[in-house]
């Protein structure tokens, strides 16, 4: 098969493999939206020649997906990419996670089987027999996103920004998340922020029962000393480190601000330091509460 055209810009192609239930077919969907070729369940063995395939018709942005039902053909999967760039494709493999109560809930909203559940090995078995089987793709991906904190429409949101034909690749999508301790902190972050030492909203009756994106929470949160002084030194500190993760050419940080159960305090103060975040220039904000969207 023919080695794709000479061009200033070479073909993309974007393997999206990962875990069952981490989001693959929401991501190709959105991959096909922002204009790229999907393909999905390729064997790998096929890869190159379906590539050079599509790019001898015209084909400049493609996706595969692969998952552990092609397992037949991973062991080959290193010696496939580093042939699809000997031929001038420039390859991303994007990997997507996520924790293992998030895919057992997953799995048992969709009713579907996981493709490694039989017989004997109940749910948790099988995610943690293909956490392990697909670890080396992971070590070999250029990005790994956990979709833990992540409802479809957040993942298709990420995945648009990112890799629309009109994305800036200079933008820095910088990702707030509130989180509860309890549950542990996000995987995915790059900066976690403890808040536990605010007063804390539960412990007021009329303010148990709310969020942390009630008004009324809100206002108890930020009337507390020491919110405007946090909020004062944390957000500067952003304001500087964020410009110099861009300049080193980073495409996304994740700032993970965590309470006791990620309800109250957490929710709010990331709301109010996205809207001190604004007026940087160079980013794209987005919000997102785990532990409430996860209710």
């Known amino acids: 098969m023919s080695a794709p055209s000479d061009k200033a810009q070479p073909e993309q192609i974007i393997i999206v493999t990962g875990l069952s ?31 050079c395939s599509l790019s001898q018709s015209g084909e400049q942005r493609m996706a595969f997906g692969i998952d552990i039902r092609e397992r037949d053909y991973l ?3 290193e010696s496939v990419c580093s042939r699809l760039r000997e031929v ?43 956490r392990a089987a697909m670890r ?15 409802s479809p429409h957040q993942l298709r949101d990420l995945i648009l920004k990112t890799h629309r034909k009109d994305a800036d690749p200079t933008l820095l999508r910088v990702n707030l998340i509130s989180f509860g301790f309890k549950y542990g902190p996000p995987s995915e972050a790059d900066i976690v922020m403890d808040v536990r030492f605010l007063p804390n909203p539960y412990f007021v009756e009329d303010l148990r029962d709310l969020t942390g994106l009630d008004p009324r929470v809100a206002a108890y949160v930020f ?20 410009p110099q993760y861009r300049l080193e050419g980073k495409a996304i940080l994740n700032v993970a601000v965590g309470c006791t159960g990620g309800k109250h305090r957490s929710p709010a103060i990331v709301l109010d330091i996205a809207a001190g975040l604004r007026n940087i220039t160079g980013i794209v904000l987005a919000t997102y509460h785990r532990e409430l969207d996860m209710a």
């Open 21 to 51: 239930g981490g989001g693959k077919s929401v991501v190709l969907r959105a991959l096909e939206d922002a204009g790229y070729y999907c393909m999905d369940n390729i064997p790998t063995n096929l890869l190159v020649d379906a590539a």
């Open 75 to 77: 062991g080959n999967f």
């Open 88 to 130: 001038g494709f420039m390859v991303e493999i994007l990997f997507l996670e996520a924790n293992d109560d998030a895919l057992m809930r997953r799995f048992k909203e969709t009713r579907r089987p996981h493709p490694l559940q039989q017989g004997e090995v109940g749910l948790r078995d099988a995610i943690r027999k293909e």
């Open 136 to 150: 080396p793709m992971k070590d070999q991906s250029d990005r790994v996103v956990d979709t833990t904190a992540f």
């Open 223 to 242: 009337s507390q000393p020491e919110t405007s002084e946090f909020l004062r030194r944390f957000r500067g500190l952003l304001e500087y480190l964020i």
